[in-house]
C-alpha cells in the first residue's frame, strides 16, 4: 500500500474518531447540565440532612394550612443495556411554604413527607435493580417515566391516607418510615 494512502486512512481514521468524541462528550455534558438545572437550589436526601425552618418560605398570611412541603423524585436514566439509572429525592425550598414557626410538629410533618419519599425512591432504585439482573430487559425510556410517576403516586396515596395528621399518626408514620429506611 502506497505511504500517501497510509496517511489518508489514519487522517480519516482520526476525524472520525474526533468526531465519535465530540458527539458524544456533548451529549454527557448535556445531560448533566440538565441534571444540575434540575437540582439546582434544592435539597437533596440525606438520612443526616434535617429540614429546618430558614428552608421554607416564611407566609404568616396563610390560614389554610402551617406548612407546607414541595417534595419530589429526580430520576436519570439510559434505558439501553447496560442500564444506568440515579435518582434522588428532593425537597424544593423555593415552593414550600410555612406559615407558623413556632408549632415544631410542622416542620416534623415536613420532614416525614420528605422521609416517606425518599422510602419510594429506595423502592424503585431496588426494581431497576431487579431489571439490570435481566440479560435483554427490551426497556424504553418511556418505562423509567412511568416508573417514577408510579412509585409518586404510591407515595402521594399513603400519604394522603394519614390525613388529617394527628400526633398519633405522624407518630406512627415517622416508626414506619424508620423501619423502611434502615
Known amino acids: ?29 448535556e445531560f448533566d447540565l440538565q441534571e444540575f438545572k434540575t437540582l439546582n437550589g434544592k435539597i437533596i436526601w440525606d438520612k443526616k440532612t434535617r429540614l429546618k425552618w430558614s428552608d421554607f418560605k416564611f407566609e404568616p398570611h396563610e390560614p389554610l394550612f402551617g406548612i407546607y412541603a414541595k417534595v419530589g423524585m429526580s430520576a436519570r436514566y ?14 424544593s425550598p423555593t415552593e414550600s411554604i410555612v406559615s407558623d414557626t413556632t408549632n415544631n410538629d410542622n416542620l416534623r410533618i415536613a420532614q416525614a ?9 429506595q423502592k424503585m432504585e431496588k426494581e431497576v435493580d431487579s431489571l439490570k439482573q435481566l ?3 427490551n426497556l424504553e ?15 402521594e396515596k399513603e400519604w394522603e ?10 407518630n406512627q408514620l415517622e416508626e414506619l418510615i424508620n423501619k423502611r429506611l434502615r
Open 135 to 137: 440479560t435483554s430487559p
Open 161 to 170: 391516607s394519614y390525613k388529617p395528621i394527628t400526633i398519633y399518626t405522624l
Open 78 to 91: 439510559e434505558a439501553y443495556p447496560p442500564i444506568l439509572f440515579r435518582s434522588f429525592t428532593t425537597f
Open 113 to 121: 413527607k420528605f422521609d416517606l419519599l425518599e422510602t419510594y425512591r
Open 1 to 29: 500500500m502506497p505511504k500517501y494512502l497510509k496517511i489518508i486512512i489514519l487522517g480519516v481514521s482520526i476525524i472520525a474518531c474526533l468526531l465519535i468524541y465530540r458527539y458524544y462528550s456533548n451529549n454527557i455534558n
Open 141 to 155: 425510556p418511556s418505562d423509567f417515566e412511568k416508573m417514577n410517576k408510579r412509585y409518586y403516586s404510591e407515595f
